[in-house]
């Protein structure tokens, strides 16, 4: 199907299914163990309904949202995912182009197949915009310094800790695929001696280590390592991962003052069973905005569609972020897939606020949704 013939989202994932190589796209597409998680997030959406309010005048739907000092074209943002250049020789750089023509901001995974500086520069071309640095403290905090700094340096806005990641989740297909990231590319963000050793643990195979310090640290705590970070950069610190009130409270009484969260489990591909993202939305965005220090909180995990943002907004997310669409987008075509695809969703999001009779943002609220009861039948919220 050609680019201009695709009208959803399903459409790009189609396209992006007959593109890849098998072991690429089950990187992509799977999630851990069995992929419980994965589906749950899927199926979260359907739990709710939307009301439908009328004769509202939406003539002119307003889907613009402030974050980082800057403008964003509706609530939604480029979730930090490693390796795009697996997906298209352009990559990291294109996805950067089309968020910045679409006006959505975008998180760097550490493990981008280009540097972060580079990354910024081909956005840059066509106008401003936010970057956020997916982070990970590893054992050789020199290596997480170097890498906050650079991001710094390079005017990054804030950094997205991840924190759903001690260890890498069991994720069967790399094991049965033999996952390795192909050898014409790497993972620049980290200097070239280190690289090997770091492709080892992204495969997953210890065994052939040679040099365990460039590995996520499993010993890291609330007390230190956030402070430890905060101690280093002045950039805003979001942590991404987060799924209970109980982390919420302690993010925000942390003194390395967090200043949001990312309710996520990163696509399904850590935690097997999971907590569906959407289904833990409303409890994290009920300890975050109670506390005396107000979180912002945007949410990520199976959104396909301009109903499913419509849906994590009115249950009190300030936004939203997408991490395999536009995958799907680069493996099709490039920076225009991935313009495809970020079109295609505010096309959706706009039309379903209109239908539902909104027309700014603060008009989504939990009135806007319905939530099926025991008996299977549908209640407002
Ligand atoms: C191929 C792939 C690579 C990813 N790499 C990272 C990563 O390096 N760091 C991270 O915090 N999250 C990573 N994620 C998780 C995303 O940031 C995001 O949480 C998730 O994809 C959202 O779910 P969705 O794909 O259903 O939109 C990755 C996701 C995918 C699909």
């Not at 943002?361 to 039948?377: K, M, N, Q, Y």
């Amino acid at each position: 199907m050609a680019l201009s013939n695709m009208i959803c989202i399903r459409d790009l994932e189609v396209a992006a299914k007959s593109i890849l190589s098998k072991t690429v796209l089950e990187y992509f597409n799977d999630g851990s163990e069995e992929g419980l998680a994965v589906a749950s997030n899927l199926s979260a959406f359907d739990k709710y309904k939307i009301r439908q309010r009328v004769l509202r005048d939406v003539s002119n739907v307003k889907t613009e949202k402030k974050a980082f000092g800057k403008t964003m074209s509706f609530p939604l943002a480029i979730a930090p995912s490693g390796m795009q250049c697996m997906a298209h020789e352009n990559g990291e750089r294109a996805t950067a182009r089309a968020a910045t023509k679409a006006g959505v901001f975008m998180g760097v995974s550490t493990f981008a197949t280009t540097a972060l500086e580079d990354v910024k520069r081909s956005g840059d071309e066509f106008g401003e915009n936010v970057y956020l640095l997916q982070l990970y403290i590893f054992k050789n905090r020199k290596t997480t310094e170097n890498l906050v700094k650079r991001a710094e340096k390079a005017g990054y806005k804030g950094i997205l800790l991840t924190c759903d990641t001690p260890k890498l989740g069991n994720r069967y297909n790399m094991t049965r695929n033999n996952f390795k990231l192909p050898p014409h590319l790497n993972l620049p963000n980290f200097g070239k001696e280190k690289v090997g050793p770091l492709i080892q643990h992204v495969v997953g195979d210890g065994s052939k280590q040679e040099d365990d310090s460039n590995i996520n640290d499993d010993s890291i705590t609330w007390d230190e390592a956030l402070p430890w970070l905060r101690s280093i950069t002045n950039m805003e610190i979001w942590l991404k991962g987060i799924s209970t009130a109980e982390d919420v409270r302690l993010a925000a009484q942390s003194p390395a003052n967090v200043a949001g969260i990312v309710v996520s489990n990163h696509g399904g591909r850590q935690l097997e069973s999971a907590m569906a993202t959407l289904d833990s939305l409303p409890e994290c965005v009920q300890a975050a905005k109670s506390g005396n220090r107000p979180l912002q909180v945007w949410v990520d995990g199976g959104i396909k569609k301009g109903s499913d943002i419509f849906k994590a907004l009115a249950l009190g997310a300030d936004g939203v972020m997408i991490g395999r669409i536009p995958l799907w987008g680069l493996a099709i075509a490039g920076e225009q897939g991935v313009s495809k695809a970020l079109e295609i969703l505010k096309a959706e999001f706009q039309h379903t606020m209109a239908l539902a009779g909104c027309k700014t943002l603060s008009d989504i609220t939990p009135s806007s949704l319905a939530r099926v009861t025991e008996g299977g039948f549908y209640a407002k919220l």
